[in-house]
């Protein structure tokens, strides 16, 4: 099968659904860096894998990490950074899994059992997928906290609303909880995980997309995968379910963890905009992947046509960026029914 060359992948690049800070470079740098570790050598480079939640919406980037797999990406990246359930995601990735726990989207937990209107405080129940987790597909732990990559898991602090990350090959730390806790949506799972004494909720409300950590922390070349169309905007209906449901259901957390929450629409459009390049940081390259705009996946969609093709649609793009032209169904499709 033949690769496409650098002009092919710019011409890729150059579509509608990527983005980033000298995007073509990141990804030679990410190639460069993974062949690097491969071979165990240092490197004047730091690569990051960015993995975006948004709970159903993440079997996008599940796609995605299919795709790496493929590719040999397993323990490509320097860091992983993951948010609710990107940090699912990057788990399965890293445990080199990524395929068995795409499956988990479509075949585990589009039902009544995880998504249940009318049942209240767990309208989506963090419980029953932490039971996949462990006892139905389970995550392969050891080699999980193996790796030379590390995991960094977003959380939000309920009494700061700060956002705190958790590494994977923290001492004492249980990454079970650390799952659960990254995954707890304020109102759909009105629960916190207790972690070392304190209280914590959703990653994706303090740190929506890890960009600003992972630049903080040396990376030098970043690949951020968002679960939401490039040019989102939340709409009408979301704003005033947050203002009338939402915002008076979580005033029993303090004054810091509303003010947190009522500014993510705010603080994700910020982070957007060093994704973009529109607040540039010097000596960091970004290659950002975006769902399309048809791709009609929700927080809570549960159809399973919709949550395969968005899968693929994320494996595709992946493939076809890193140079394999038209994806073999036999890549793309070989996790839709992994069990």
């Known amino acids: 099968m033949g690769e496409l060359n650098s002009s092919d992948i710019k011409q890729v690049l150059s579509s509608g659904d990527y983005g980033g800070v000298n995007p073509l470079q990141a990804l030679e740098n990410i190639k460069r860096r993974c062949q ?13 894998l960015i993995l975006q939640g948004g709970g159903m919406r993440g079997v996008f980037g ?24 990107g940090a699912l995601n990057g788990a399965y990735f890293l445990s080199g899994q990524a395929a068995y726990g795409t499956t988990i989207y479509y075949q585990d937990i589009n039902n009544r059992g995880f998504i249940n209107f009318f049942r209240f405080r767990k309208i989506v129940d963090i419980d029953f997928l932490m039971n ?24 939000t602090c309920v009494s700061t609303g700060k956002a705190v990350m958790f590494k994977n090959k923290q001492r004492n730390v249980d ?37 600003k950590e992972a630049i903080e922390a040396g990376c030098t070349d970043i690949l951020v995968v968002l679960t939401r169309p490039k040019n989102y905007k939340p709409g009408s209906f979301e704003k005033i379910f947050d203002r009338f449901l939402i915002e008076p259901g979580i005033k029993k957390y303090g004054e810091n963890f509303c003010r947190v929450y009522k500014n993510r ?18 000596n960091v390259n970004i290659l950002a992947v975006f769902p399309a705009e048809s791709i009609k996946v929700k927080r809570m969609t549960k159809r399973e046509s919709v949550l395969k093709n968005t899968a693929i649609e994320g494996a595709t793009k992946t493939l076809r960026l890193f ?4 994806p073999f169904p036999v890549e793309v499709l070989k996790f839709l029914s992994y069990r």
């Open 36 to 48: 690097e570790k491969k071979e165990r050598r240092n490197s004047d480079l730091k690569t990051a």
């Open 132 to 155: 996949i987790i462990v006892k139905v597909k389970p995550l392969n732990f050891k080699k999980l906290l193996d790796s030379s990559t590390t995991l960094n898991i977003g959380l």
């Open 175 to 211: 990454i079970l909880a650390l799952l659960k806790a990254t995954a707890a949506m304020p109102f759909v799972y009105d629960i916190p995980v207790n972690i070392q004494g304190t209280w914590y909720l959703d990653g994706g409300i303090s740190c929506p997309i890890p960009v």
């Open 62 to 85: 599940a796609g995605v990490c299919c795709a790496l797999e493929e590719l040999g990406y397993t323990e490509g990246f320097d860091e992983i950074y993951g948010v609710s359930a």
């Open 323 to 326: 140079g394999i032209p038209d």
């Open 265 to 282: 629409y705010k603080l994700y459009e910020e982070r957007l905009r060093i994704v973009k390049g529109e607040q540039k940081h010097k």
